[in-house]
């Protein structure tokens, strides 16, 4: 990766070869099998089963800027072309005191400075407190935020800090995204009312048709985010995108730009801010691995056993269910 992001700067990522196209199994290396059982139910749903037929071409997609100083921010910037949005990250571990809230004002304002037209959102990954989080977001709303991604941890948490800022003369959009896939409920956040949108991930989520069953179920708008996958998993992330029956916001879709290679050449980037999902009869939805990179990006024999074998601990968690 070009910049440490989630405390990562290698993704890894199992990629799996079924009759309906390439699939990608890669839970974050600290997933146990429970967690990794329904990202792998996503991988044989891309591999197995493909996918519902797109609603949409285009989806709009969002550059994703990491915790980097403002002076990284046009680099960042520069690497997702022309896009309609941005997300910025905040709130990084250990960096949530007054110091690190003062980095991510700079971050914002650079961004803003640099993508005037922009529409503009944060993603605090929960790492602010109630107190911290009410003041961050006061600050930030000066420049003009769509929404707050996960600012404090918890359905409580969302709920209470949504209504201070309303008390507080400054509402805010509220975006619930480890609330909707960390929870043994997804739905939890909506029926709570704590959230105005849910942001979804077709891996930890477990699939397109399962994503697109609890964005119906929750009855809120919903943005797709990548959960940092290849090009291969970004594809069914387009797959749920474009086929959701509303897309009012732009999605977290265009990672592949944080890597430095990609198992697919080129890698799946967007276009003038977007990604084609193939309706209208075009495209690349299903991109194929290129076997020199596929070669070049190859994980050692001990990693490869490590990964075969949480691919058969998340299956047993699969079948037993
Ligand atoms: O939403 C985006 O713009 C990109 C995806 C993204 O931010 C993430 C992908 C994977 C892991 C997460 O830490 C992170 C997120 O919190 O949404």
Redesign the pocket.
Known sequence: MHTR??GVTIREAMLLRGPAGWAEFSP?AEYGPEESSRWLAAAIEAGWQGWPAPVRDLVP????VPAVAAADVGRVLDSFGDVPAV?V?VAESGRTGPEGVAEDVARVAEVRRLRPGAALRI?A?QGWDHTTALAALQRLAEYGLEYA??PVAGIEGLARLREALHAAGTPMRIAA??SVRKETDPLAVARAGAADLV?V?VQPLGGVRRALGIVGAAGLDA?V????DTSVGIAAGVALAASLPALPFA?????VALFTEDVVVPGWLPDAGHLASGASGASRARPVPDPAALARLRAGEDRQQWWRQRLVQAHGVLSAT
């Open positions: 992001f989630r974050f997609v969002n550059a994703t997300k990250k993603d990954n991604e996960q995204d480890e942001v991930k943005v985010s990548s959960a940092l999605c977290g879709l265009g990672t």
